[in-house]
T-cell receptor, first 109, second 114 residues
């Protein structure tokens, strides 16, 4: 079967750094995507990793290790507005995304 | 660019009624996806179109659900008859081949069936 595992909830302090992990087991793999979704909003695209390594976009970075079937999203200098759910998703050979269940990030002042 | 446009934003209907959700994709995006999101089941892919052709509808829960994409500018998801368990947020998302799996989601339609 196909599955993605990510923690259901993570808590961090404003200004700190937090890492959200994602492990996957899929029959096909083209890349790992990350999406952010605020309560009541729609998912928005954050990043995509097709190759091993770290991709940085401002305060957010995403990492992939294909050999370990593992990736993470790193958020630095946390702000209250980063409180949201974060989804990892694997792109399979049919150009579709297989989604994780999401990680709710709670940020405390 | 107005993004992916969905209508209506909210829909409350009685069990047994027909519901039609609408989506206007971003111009030039050749892939369109209908998703359903609930607390219990998370994000579920219902159907996927590529160049207006349905590619995978294995996620459509039952015959009560149908989707069409008559042209590159418009898609509908219809539920007939609706049931309370269909209550969810329905998202339309679109993407282009060059977008590196970066989907753009519409604002969603929150459907409540009473």
């Amino acid at each position: 079967g196909q599955s993605l595992e990510q923690p259901s909830e993570v808590t961090a302090v404003e200004g700190a750094i937090v890492q959200i992990n994602c492990t996957y087991q899929t029959s096909g793999f083209y890349g790992l995507s990350w999406y952010q979704q605020h309560d009541g909003g729609a998912p928005t695209f954050l990043s995509y990793n097709a190759l091993d390594g770290l991709e940085e976009t401002g305060r957010f970075s995403s990492f992939l290790s294909r050999s370990d079937s593992y990736g993470y999203l790193l958020l630095q200098e946390l702000q209250m507005k980063d409180s949201a759910s974060y989804f990892c998703a694997v792109a399979d050979s049919n150009y579709q995304l297989i989604w994780g269940a999401g990680t709710k990030l709670i940020i405390k002042p | 660019d107005a993004g992916v446009i969905q209508s209506p934003r909210h829909e409350v209907t009685e069990m047994g009624q027909e519901v039609t959700l609408r989506c206007k994709p971003i111009s030039g995006h050749n892939s369109l996806f209908w998703y359903r999101q609930t607390m219990m089941r998370g994000l579920e892919l219902l159907i996927y179109f590529n160049n207006n052709v349905p590619i995978d509808d294995s996620g459509m829960p039952e015959d009560r659900f149908s989707a069409k994409m008559p042209n590159a500018s418009f898609s509908t998801l219809k539920i007939q008859p609706s049931e309370p368990r269909d209550s969810a947020v329905y998202f339309c998302a679109t993407s282009s081949t060059e977008a590196n799996y970066g989907y753009t989601f519409g604002s969603g339609t929150r459907l409540t069936v009473v």
